[in-house]
């Protein structure tokens, strides 16, 4: 009977010891680790939806994509009946080609001009110099009165010549004073005119602005559209972060930069993101919502709020094991470290969010001025330069 007591006594004792243990241990794991960790269930993959809208009206002749489909950045997506842009496009370039021609004329007449003052210049000279000889000759009675007045009469004439001539030449002179063909404003306003109506043209077709999957088309072909009417809109995955809604008691410690440790309910515990905090909410969800909680009213009952704090993910996680926009996630971030900011002194350095579809509408739109020009404006440097000296 002792030995069994004593034996009883030696189980117990070891059984005190190992939970004294194990709670000395969960002690010293909670005073080390465990207080400082936040976690919440409350979290959702968020991300970037790029609406792809019409910038012209149209009827939409084809549909490059659909839902769930992977596109990259400029393939077209949607394509408007070009037949109505495409007529002003030629409107516009016949209408560039006629003033080129119209202003390459200005320059030759200003040239021509310029001649014909001359030309009068020297013709009253010699009326002068015939009028001087003359004088001289009726003073000695050589010629005859009448003659001395047929040669007053012609410098007369010869200054009235100069005068038109000159009041025609400034008179062109002044539309093409100071320019050179490609900047004269006529041609300006002609090739102003073309890289609109190219605009027009070229934005018939709706291209993607970003790589990334096709989500909510709403386009059916035939269907009449137009500038800003929702198409459908393109998901880039690569580019999506978790919004983990915390209660406000737990924010206390948060900082930007704090390392989080994620699990998605799609992969489970198997697969755990790592990121870091990007930033925390400006006010509750409450606070920005359609209708906010009127808290000044009379029948009020205190509910716990919660503010919507954004991780960021590793790229290199996210392209191993993608994640859809609403997916629920479970976050639990490390408040140990105080050595961020909150809310940020400054605005930290985000990814650039942008697209160079566009880019290129321009460059094409200069080029087909470019070609018109040239085609029309052969030989009109020459004219335009010779004119501008004359005026210099």
Known sequence: ???????RKRWIGILVAGFATIGIAY???????????????????????????????????SIGADDTQLVHEGEPLVTLDPSDAK????????????????????????????????????????????????ERLSATGAISAEERQHARDAMVAAKAALAEAQHHA?????????TSLRDHPEVRAAAARV???YLMYARTVVAAPVSGLVAKRAVQVGQRVGPGAPLMAVVPLEQVWVDANFKESQLARMRIGQAAEVVADVYGDSVVYHGRIAGLGAGTGSA?????????????????????????????ELRAHPLQIGLSMNVSVDTADLNGV?????????????THVF?????????????????????????????RGRVM
């Open 288 to 316: 920005f919502a359609v209708l906010p909680a009127q808290n000044a009213t009379g029948n009020w009952i205190k509910i716990v709020q919660r503010v919507p704090v954004r991780i960021a993910l590793d790229p290199r």
């Open 195 to 197: 890289r609109d109506a």
């Open 170 to 178: 400034t008179a062109v002179r002044a539309r093409v004073d100071r």
């Open 27 to 61: 002690g010293i794991y909670w005073l080390t680790d465990l207080r400082y960790l936040e976690t919440t269930d409350d979290a959702y993959v968020a991300g970037n939806v790029v609406r792809v809208t019409p910038q012209v009206s149209g009827t939409v002749v």
């Open 1 to 7: 009977m002792k030995t069994d007591a004593a034996r």
């Open 342 to 354: 909150s809310p940020p002194a400054e605005r930290p350095a985000l990814p650039a969010y942008q």
């Open 359 to 387: 880019d290129d509408l321009d460059r094409a739109a200069d080029q087909r001025v470019e070609r018109i020009i040239a085609e029309n404006g052969a030989g009109a440097t020459r004219v335009a330069s010779a004119a």
């Open 87 to 134: 007529v002003a496009l030629e409107q516009s370039e016949a209408q560039l080609g006629k003033a080129v021609r119209e202003v390459r004329g200005l320059y030759a007449t200003a040239t021509q001009l310029e001649a014909l003052v001359e030309a009068q210049r020297i013709a009253l000279a010699k009326a002068e110099a015939d009028l001087a000889r003359r």
